[in-house]
């Protein structure tokens, strides 16, 4: 397996409710194709960090996605571009000349310092007592602008929106947890700061989530 990944791939279940599938947020960029089918050519897409949940009738690919993530900092050494050009983008493969195979037969350069910081903070910002950005950039010895701009070059979100992102995964990781528990578990403040933020990136507050009360779908084209 090539290291320009996190590990090998996987396949991703579609949530699904009253006919609509919802794709949640992430702040990691993947490799996706389709599960019921081979990788052609044309199905390979790179799925760009994600700032908010989608919700789509006519799913093209009901099964689900196969996904490989890359890690941490590697999109602009693969993709030869800033992680912020593709935020909330899904772009074909082909479009950045590179194939499949050859990607994961190639050996790419060992990470640099940048994805090594890059890692570091994203560990203190989201840990089980996660660091305030400007704490976290003293604590790594760089400053604040400096780890912001690396946040936008190498993973596409500002800090605050990758925190924010994790929390509410961590929400939707549990969903047999008490509400007032998985806030605890996520790292709210409270359950009014979760209810506040889950609403903004997910459409709905978490009880009306829980209980299938989704935005209304739209309709899914190819990407």
Known sequence: MSSWFEGPPRVVPHRWHGGAAMVEPDHGVELAWPADGAAGAGDVVVMGPRTRAHYWDGMRSPAG?????????????????????????????????????????????????????????????????PEPVHRAARRLHV?????????????????????????????????????????????????SHMTAEFRRLMGAPPGA?????????????RA
């Open 65 to 129: 996605c196969v996904r490989m993530r890359l890690a941490p900092g590697r999109a602009p050494d693969l993709l030869g571009l800033p992680a912020q050009a593709i935020t909330d983008r899904a772009v074909p493969l082909k479009e950045f000349d590179l194939d499949l195979a050859e990607l994961l037969a190639s050996v790419p350069p060992g990470p640099d310092g940048r994805s090594r910081l890059l890692r570091d903070a994203a560990a203190l910002i989201t840990g089980a007592r």
């Open 143 to 191: 400053s604040e602008r400096h780890l912001r701009g690396l946040f936008a070059s190498g993973v596409g979100l500002p800090p605050r929106l990758y925190t924010q992102i994790e929390r509410v995964r961590t929400v939707l990781a549990h969903p047999e947890v008490p509400l007032p528990e998985v806030a605890a578990l996520a790292g709210y403040y409270d359950q």
């Open 209 to 221: 989530f829980r209980a299938g009360r989704w935005p209304a779908p739209e309709r899914c084209g």
